[in-house]
């Protein structure tokens, strides 16, 4: 016997609802848990911080940068996409819809963290990057006819037109030295540590010269680089809103299930 659709649709809906109502809970929950741990670490100076979790606070230094694609000026870390806008057939009418051309990163790196009493090694690759400066550019027709810029340089190189027929649009985030950041970490000593990825062994062979050098790493509790210590989590009042919301639309959707299976 076939399933009435009427109970096949809203059993779908149902079930999306209970999955949506969970992962906002979990979120909420996970959330608070961050801010309590940050909450419970007192800030350090990187030449006096102990081994273990530590809360630094300092600017992006020189000495492990490569060159972003479109300005090429030095950074440690770049994610750049090119899109281009087209009209496309949906629902029975005619929609703009973002089509990526190209998309180029340089994945996360380890960088320097300085402040005014030491620097350290934070190694970003095992990090969750919550900051990066963001570069929006788009152009169309005519301003790629009339237009002079860095940005449509690169442009007109990605597309290999000098003219665009198509509103373009370039996006880039950016890490650059001299950023300030907030960084929750783990401190360990250079020659304790061992990543899977060796390119960057030179470093790891400065940090360990250096006097009290330390590492920034995962350790238990989280890894976080953020603009501020603000920004790391949500307010108390929007983590508790997303697990009150996660916890009523996960009833309700048991209900409405319940419900129309029981009268179906």
Known sequence: MNPDPLLLFISIFAVA???????????????????????SLPPS???????GPVELN???GPGLEVP??????????????VEHRVLTMKDGGLSREWITLFEDGSGLRPFWLADPTAQTLVWT?????????YHEYSCG???????????????????????FMRRVRLGLQVLRPGTKLFV????????????????????LRVAAALDRGR????????????????AVTEERSGMFLHALIGSALLVLSLFVLGFFWEVF
Do not use: W
């Open 17 to 39: 609802g209970m999955l949506f109502g969970l992962v906002l809970i979990v979120r909420g929950f996970a959330n608070l848990k961050t801010r309590r741990f940050v909450e």
């Open 45 to 51: 100076r990187i030449r006096s911080m102990a081994l």
């Open 58 to 60: 300092g600017i992006v």
């Open 68 to 81: 972003d694609p479109v300005y090429r000026r030095p950074c440690v870390y770049y994610a750049v996409t």
């Open 125 to 133: 690759p095992d990090a969750e990057l919550q900051f990066a400066e």
């Open 141 to 163: 027709f005519f301003g790629s006819l009339f237009g002079d810029s860095v940005e449509l340089e690169f442009l007109r190189h990605v597309k290999k037109q000098r003219v």
């Open 184 to 203: 929750v970490g783990d401190a360990v000593m250079p020659h304790s540590f061992n990543p899977a990825d060796t390119r960057f062994a030179e470093a």
């Open 215 to 230: 590492v920034i790493v995962r350790g238990e509790g989280p890894f976080i680089v953020a603009k501020a210590a603000a």
